[in-house]
């Protein structure tokens, strides 16, 4: 008999017992590939049906859960906080809340969108409500604490967009909370009508005061723009004994950014904010105005940057002793604030020996080095008196009065020029070595913007 061969090429028994083996052998390998090409088709039938099965049935809300259910909200680091946790299977707005047993809500989370998910947070019993309360020194408004201690029912509220509302709860105690509320007391903003255009006149700076009731996480300080509330200017706090965030009494000062060459925020109405908020998540803040007004950084110039020396040629000035060196310049207000100048005024004359401090002591104490003032002065280089010969920067008709805090006050407005004239009767010899003299333009305790203007050579003695 010649050899068989199965389909796997394996040598069959060649005896006849061994031929009805080999039949039964396959007969069951075909029933078993039909078998399971019968289980693939099902299977794919199965498959191509499950795109109408919504896997997002059942509760909207599950697996919610408030663990620890006992907590200290203090923040000594020991069950400070408890966890939330809570699962939804469709979209759904989302709230958790609180009630005490006298049936008062609390809310933690108020209507927040939320899609379908897993979600954990931490509570360390803070709820975030605003409560303006009123204060010896104004209000203050409480931006969110911790409950006081006590038995709560805790919430959570899911409402689908077809109204369907899901809630599950449960208790939760709290005990030793830290419910004292940090206070900014006696907050204090003064002067509350503020002009940084360094004009001397209530633009020194802005004082922020008042007095840390206990020891914080943050404080933060800032102007803001009732029109524009999300943009902040932060003020930095003046050093002092207590630190930013410790008990005690604390001093900022807000100077508009003039003094760093900057332009201060226009002219309007401001708020001077405060906020304090405690390791417990207790917080709160106090809010005071402030209006700025005539608020810019001020620019003068002396015009052309000349000055008209009588007598002058090729830079050189002959005096005879006992005459008098003489000029005339042209001082612009080149800014958008005005400026404020005072006397001696144009057409005064000084003997060599005399300097604006020794008039003002004659009768005219306003003529003393003013801070914010501007005035026209005349130097030579052997003097111990820095700019000794000073002039209002323009005469009577050239400037506007104004009378503020009961003072008389003198201003070169914006994009007006001032005539500024004088002479220096040469009465006695000036030190040897004296050569060169200038003009300057002075912003007392400032600055001097302009100097060494039209310097010459004065030769005193000379017909």
């Known amino acids: 008999m010649s050899q068989m061969l199965d389909r796997r090429g394996s040598v069959l028994n060649q005896t006849p ?66 966890e939330i946790r809570y699962s939804l299977r469709r ?18 989370r108020q209507e927040r969108r939320r899609s379908p998910g897993d979600y954990s947070v931490l509570w360390g019993g803070v709820v975030d409500e605003l409560l303006t309360v009123e204060t010896d020194y104004g ?14 029912r805790w919430t959570i509220e899911a409402r689908e967009d077809n109204g369907n509302v899901a809630q599950l709860s449960g208790d939760i105690r709290l005990q030793d909370a830290d419910t004292d509320i940090p206070e900014l007391r006696n907050f204090l903003v003064a002067p509350q009508t503020f002009r940084p255009n360094q004009d001397g006149l209530r633009d020194d700076w802005v004082s ?9 996480d943050s404080v933060y300080v800032y102007l803001t723009d009732p029109n524009e509330p999300g943009v902040k200017f932060p003020i930095a706090e003046d050093p002092g004994v207590a630190k930013t965030t410790e008990r005690g009494y604390h001093e900022y000062r807000y100077e508009g950014g003039v003094d760093l060459n900057a332009e201060p925020p226009p002219d309007g109405t401001y708020n001077i904010v405060g906020e304090a908020r405690d390791l417990s998540g207790n917080a709160v803040r106090v809010i005071r105005e402030l209006t700025i007004e005539e608020g810019g950084k001020p620019r003068a110039d002396i015009a052309q940057g000349e000055i008209a020396w009588e007598g002058e040629m090729n830079r050189v000035v002959g005096v005879p002793l006992g005459d008098k060196l003489c000029f ?33 002591a004659d009768g005219h104490e306003e003529w003393f080095q ?3 003032v501007w005035r026209f002065g ?10 000794p010969y000073r002039w209002g920067i323009g005469r009577a008709e050239d400037l506007e009065r104004r009378v503020i805090d009961g003072q008389e006050q003198w201003y070169l407005l914006p994009g007006k020029s001032g005539e500024v004239s004088g002479c220096i009767v040469i009465d006695e010899e000036p030190p040897v070595g004296t050569n060169f003299w200038w003009g300057g333009l002075i ?17 005193v003695g000379v017909p």
């Open 91 to 108: 979209a759904a707005t989302v709230s958790i809340y609180f009630e005490n047993e006298a049936g008062e809500r609390f809310y933690f």
């Open 17 to 82: 017992d061994g031929d009805r083996r080999a039949v039964a052998a396959g007969r069951v390998n075909r029933s078993a590939a039909m078998l399971r090409v019968l289980a693939l088709a099902l299977a794919l039938v199965t498959l191509a049906g499950c795109g109408n099965l919504d896997f997002s049935a059942g509760p909207l809300l599950y697996d919610a859960q408030v663990l620890p259910d006992s907590i200290s909200p203090n923040a000594d680091g020991v069950q400070d906080a408890t």
């Open 139 to 152: 209000p203050q408004e409480i931006l969110s604490r911790v409950l006081p201690d006590g038995l709560y």
């Open 443 to 459: 912003h007392e305790f400032v600055g001097v913007p302009n100097n060494y203007v039209d310097r010459i050579t004065v030769n």
């Open 208 to 216: 922020i005061s008042y007095y840390l009731t206990k020891d914080v």
């Open 378 to 387: 005349i130097n030579f280089d052997t003097t111990g008196v820095d700019f």
């Open 328 to 360: 005339k310049a042209i001082v612009t207000n080149e800014g958008a604030v005005p400026i404020r100048t005072t006397g001696p005024w144009p057409s005064q004359e000084y003997r060599f020996s005399e300097n604006y401090n020794t008039l003002a």
């Open 370 to 372: 003013q801070a914010g």
